[in-house]
Each structure stands twice: as C-alpha cells, then as structure tokens.
C-alpha cells in the first residue's frame, strides 16, 4: 500500500456531478464501513455523464453534493484502503479543523484492475467536510 498523505487536500470544492449507477468508476459510499454493521452498508458504483445523456431504463441518477472535500490520493489494493480511510478519520480529521459532513463520501478509481496489479492500482478517496462550529 503507498499512500501519499502529502497529496490530502482539503478545501477542495466539487461541483454537483452527474453520475449513473450501474457504470464505472466511481464509487459513492454513505455509510462507513467501520462506523456501521456491514449489513447496513450502501453503496453505488457510478459513472459522471453529461446533462445531457438520456439513461436507460432502470439506471438511477444520482448527484454528488457540492461542498468542502477532503482528497487523498491512494495507490494500492482495494483491498487495503480500509487502513487508508483508518488513517483518513482517526489521524487526520481531529488534527484537521474540519468535521465529518452529513454527503456521502466517494471513491474515483483513475485506473482499471483489469490490466493494473493490484499494488498499483490508483484512486482518488474524497471524505466530505465543512468547518468545524
């Protein structure tokens, strides 16, 4: 796992991008996986499309709030960035001056396991936050 926790920025605004579910590469996660029972998990994989796309039948829309986002870029396996997100909310959040916000945080996969070992395997992990009170 190589996570490069000098690539966190936080302050970083994202528009309200247009996704739909059943496409890759993104991942909208609204619940944590180690502040919930894992059955109580949800999730989504989506895809950002134009405004102007017509989804097919049975394909959802759904829009990534706009706001603050914290974003660390990750490089590893999928499977170990349950460590990176450890690190991302037990670390780096009391420390930050930031809250957790209500929006669900995602995951932009920037590369495809497909044709990519899994120690290089690159994404984009967004925590949203605002200001703490």
């Not at 960035?81 to 420390?95: A, E």
Request: aromatic fraction near 8%.
């Amino acid at each position: 796992m190589d996570v490069d926790h000098n690539q966190l920025s936080s302050g970083k605004k994202l528009g309200r991008n247009v996704v739909a579910i059943n496409r890759l590469p993104t991942d909208v996660t609204d619940t944590g996986s180690n502040l919930v029972a894992q059955d109580d998990l949800r999730s989504a994989a989506c895809s950002p499309c134009s405004d102007k796309l017509e989804l097919p039948e049975g394909t959802e829309e759904l829009r990534r709030p706009a706001g603050i986002y914290a974003k660390l870029e990750y490089k590893g396996p999928y499977a170990d960035m349950k460590d990176t997100y450890r690190w991302l909310y037990g670390v780096w959040l009391p420390k930050s001056g930031f809250e957790i916000s209500e929006r669900p945080a995602s995951e932009a996969y920037l590369n495809s396991p497909v044709d990519t070992k899994p120690e290089d395997l690159r994404s984009d992990m967004f925590l949203p936050v605002e200001s703490q009170s």
